[in-house]
């Protein structure tokens, strides 16, 4: 099959793009000035830049890397294939530590995902979201949940690789005393299955993201940093809101010193800033300047 058009969408860049290239070329300089501090090192889910990696993915990551990135979360290959994407991250000097493959791609292609994860380069694999009917995710979804999440992860460990599930707040509904969630990390292997962290839909369902890993702090290895805009009602277990509710960190409810504290007390590996509203080129450089600044 002929690359050519690959080649041609290649060299071509929206003024727009240029534009917001310079634009978050500024703001690392700004937040760089946020302090020198680095205990932590702040990556970025490339989910927060899906409305500009279908129209040039080459000069998206340039963009991530000129905010001062050099670790990312993969979340899709946008229309390339893994090899071709990974000789991208590599040209513009990102490491996909990690990468979220779907609950039906593992259902129907376990190799493939492997195969995919292990071509992008990946150390960790992880399930977003766990199938259910409506808004209501039930014991037996997080029975189903857990016993896949044993399995997988037994072949992700197999080839090397290390697997997560990341909440998305319906989990938290209260079940027998607890919740959901304790269900699914009570049944899985944490040999085989740990857990990804994000602290807005941990708190959108409930939770207290600090308490959280608290109470599992050998089973949460990764965390999705996002804060919630004020005035969003919690708890919800729908895992959904409003894209726009995402706000940069330290400007919503979420108490972010509290939180990375914590993270980096039990040891969590890799952090992400996931932005999902339309202000996330503008908003990631200052969340990181945010995360500078108050000392990690």
């Known amino acids: 099959m002929s690359n050519q058009p690959y080649r041609r969408t290649h060299r071509i860049i929206s003024i727009a793009l240029a534009m ?60 390339l294939s893994p090899d071709q994407f990974r000789k991208e991250l590599d040209a513009h000097h990102l490491r996909a530590s990690g990468g ?66 990341h909440p998305h707040g319906y989990e938290f509904r209260p079940y027998e005393g607890g919740t959901l969630f304790d269900v699914i990390a009570k049944e899985t292997d944490p040999k085989f299955a ?31 940093l996002k804060d919630m805009k004020k005035g969003v009602k919690t708890p919800n277990y729908t895992g959904h809101e409003d894209t726009e509710s995402d706000v940069g960190l330290g400007t919503g409810q979420l108490d972010i010193p509290a939180i990375v504290k914590e993270g980096v007390k039990i040891g969590i590996k890799h952090y992400y800033i996931e932005d999902e509203s339309k202000s996330s080129e503008k908003q990631i450089p200052q969340s990181i300047q945010y995360i500078r600044s108050i000392g990690f």
Not at 47 to 67: E, H
Not at 202 to 217: H, I, N, Q, S, T
Request: net charge negative; charged share 20%.
């Open 20 to 79: 917001t290239f310079l634009a978050a070329a500024f703001s690392l300089t700004v937040a760089r000035a946020g302090g020198n501090s680095k205990k932590i090192n702040v990556g970025v889910q490339l989910y927060s830049l899906r409305v500009q990696f279908p129209k040039y993915v080459a000069g998206t990551m340039a963009l991530i890397n000129s905010m001062g990135v050099d670790d990312v979360e993969c979340a899709g290959v946008y229309n």
């Open 100 to 165: 979220h493959f779907q609950w039906d791609d593992w259902m129907k292609d376990t190799d493939g995902v492997i195969k995919s994860a292990k071509a992008l380069g990946c150390e960790y694999v992880t399930v977003p979201w766990v199938p259910h009917t409506g808004d209501e995710f039930t014991i037996e979804n997080a029975h189903t949940a857990a016993k896949m999440f044993n399995e997988w992860g037994k072949k992700a460990a197999a080839a090397g690789l290390k697997f997560c599930y």
């Open 194 to 224: 740990n857990f990804e962290i994000d602290i807005f839909w941990a708190f959108d369902g409930g939770a207290d993201p600090v308490k959280l890993m608290e109470k599992y702090p050998d089973r949460f290895v990764l965390m999705h």
